[in-house]
């Protein structure tokens, strides 16, 4: 079960600006985990909160580059 996030990004196979998303962790559920186990899920969980996949394209899902933030 993963959660989702996204943002602006821009994708050189569909050649524009488009939505991009990544793999996320469900933290909520690891919390409740690492409560149940003793402490023994945490591994676990930090293994899981490592973004290892990287932006994809939310059109055509290639691998996509995050627009740098341009808010102050």
Do not use: N
């Not at 290892?52 to 290639?62: K, L, M, P, V």
């Amino acid at each position: 079960m993963a959660e989702f996030k996204e943002s602006k990004g821009y994708c050189q196979t569909c050649k524009k600006q488009v939505l991009i998303r990544r793999k996320g962790t469900h933290h909520l559920l690891h919390l409740i985990l690492t409560l149940l186990t003793g402490g023994l899920w945490a591994i676990v969980w930090v293994l899981c909160a490592i973004p290892i996949d990287g932006w994809r394209c939310a059109q055509c899902g290639s691998k996509a580059r995050q627009l740098a933030d341009t808010r102050k």
